[in-house]
T-cell receptor
Framework: ELKVEQNPLFLSMQEGKNYTIYCNYS?????LYWYRQDPGKSLESLFV?????AVKQEGRLMASLDTKARLSTLHITAAVHDLSATYFC????????FGTGTRLQVFP | GAVVSQHPSRVICKSGTSVKIECRSL??????MFWYRQFPKQSLMLMAT?????????EQGVEKDKFLINHASLTLSTLTVTSAHPEDSSFYIC???????????????FGPGTRLTVL
């Protein structure tokens, strides 16, 4: 059974700091997604990573994929309060499997 | 980008009643739609895959007689929670696959979600 694990599950960080969220998955997959979810809201698509070594950046967020290690990272640079949300990675097997989620809280 | 709507956004009902949730793809035809459930502070769990014109495929542990799914057209799928109970209270999110999405055939577009509260 495909498992997708994220760590940390909860992250409290100060504005201006950098941090990385990790997404590990247990079987091969040819694509990985990152989503953002605000409280009470649905998912907002952030990135889709399609190949080994893929790197995508949007603003203060950068995602990368290592298919050999079955690992994706979401790096946050110089965090701001507006980034506070829950972040999910999701991997495609025969269906989309979501990670456990990382709740990010950015404080002044 | 592709837009998926859900209705209602929020519903409160009494235990034992049935609730219908609609999921529509607004600007594309979706041969496949998905229904997810999300409990507070948890991840999304796939409940079922809905294919237009055929029976839905349910995930293990999801009662097909309790969660009725109908995908009667290429733009509409419905989820009916029958005889709802408080433990069915959750956030239900649908998604639709756009078969024309430039080769990324697994791209799913998510609806805004429906908050169900069963009293």
């Amino acid at each position: 059974e495909l498992k997708v694990e994220q760590n940390p599950l909860f992250l409290s960080m100060q504005e201006g700091k950098n941090y990385t969220i990790y997404c590990n998955y247990s079987t091969t997959s040819d694509r990985l997604y990152w989503y953002r979810q605000d409280p009470g809201k649905s998912l907002e698509s952030l990135f889709v990573l399609l190949s080994n070594g893929a790197v995508k950046q949007e603003g203060r967020l950068m995602a990368s994929l290592d298919t050999k290690a079955r690992l994706s990272t979401l790096h946050i640079t110089a965090a701001v309060h507006d980034l506070s949300a829950t972040y999910f990675c999701a991997v495609v097997a025969d269906k989309l499997i979501f990670g456990t989620g990382t709740r990010l809280q950015v404080f002044p | 980008g592709a837009v998926v709507s859900q209705h209602p956004s929020r519903v409160i009902c009494k235990s034992g009643t049935s609730v219908k949730i609609e999921c529509r793809s607004l600007d594309f035809q979706a041969t496949t739609m998905f229904w997810y459930r999300q409990f507070p502070k948890q991840s999304l769990m796939l409940m079922a895959t809905s294919n237009e014109g055929s029976k839905a495929t349910y995930e293990q542990g999801v009662e097909k007689d309790k969660f009725l799914i109908n995908h009667a057209s290429l733009t509409l799928s419905t989820l009916t929670v029958t005889s709802a109970h408080p433990e069915d209270s959750s956030f239900y999110i649908c998604s639709a696959r756009d078969p024309t999405s430039g080769g990324l055939t697994d791209t799913q577009y998510f609806g805004p979600g429906t908050r169900l509260t069963v009293l």
